[in-house]
């Protein structure tokens, strides 16, 4: 019966995943993989409630209250017409900080899978530039790795498992930032950021699935 069970499900996740690349630039297609994912208030949402931004320093910022993990709060920023937080530099840092709850941990834009040497940020799909890190030995366990800024340590930056639940400050540069139009074009920010949005739905499934098999096999 376990045996069963195990395939059974593996037979959902490879029709659900081929489903999601088959289209994977379709606009009913990317709204039901990603869309339909995410909550508010422990509600699923069709429509992420709007708000203004605050202006801190030289741009526009939204901190959260709910707390996801790292995949779930770049989409939930870029539902609400802006990005996960990407720091430039120290000034930027100082600003932010400044305004944050010192009980609460707050994701960037930084990752890194697969225990590669170096970490991405998700608004430049390049290596990170600046990185403030905390005094501690940065862990290298974790396959996904996310970069958190760490109440404990005055918000340094400090790399935890990217499915932990944190807050999240989402950016924009103006108050009330327009809607982000859905792009087929396979070049430019907006296009990979869709792929990056639908590779961690797919890592969200995978990482479901990898928790429910440990569960049955301790039975």
Known sequence: ?????????LGITWQ???????????PEMYE???SGKLYWDNNRVEEIPRYSYEQIGSKYYYISE?????GKALIMCRKRN???????????????????NTSRS????????????????????EEAQ??????????????RRCVELQSEQNFLMHVVDC???KHYICEADEAHPPKIEFSTKPEGLEYRLRLLELNWIKTEDNHSLNEMLNRIGGL
């Open 1 to 9: 019966m376990r045996n069963f069970l195990i395939i059974f499900l």
């Open 16 to 26: 659900n995943a081929n489903l999601c690349w088959l289209d994977k630039y379709s």
């Open 32 to 34: 039901y993989r990603v």
């Open 66 to 70: 709910d707390k996801l993990y790292w």
């Open 82 to 100: 802006g990005n996960l937080i990407h720091l430039k530099n120290d000034e930027e840092w100082k600003a932010v900080t400044e305004k944050l």
């Open 106 to 125: 707050y994701w960037v834009d930084y990752y890194n899978i697969d225990y590669l040497e170096v970490f991405t940020s998700a608004l430049t799909g």
């Open 130 to 143: 600046f990185l403030k890190w905390t005094n501690e030995t940065q862990s290298t366990y974790y396959r």
């Open 163 to 165: 499915f932990e639940q």
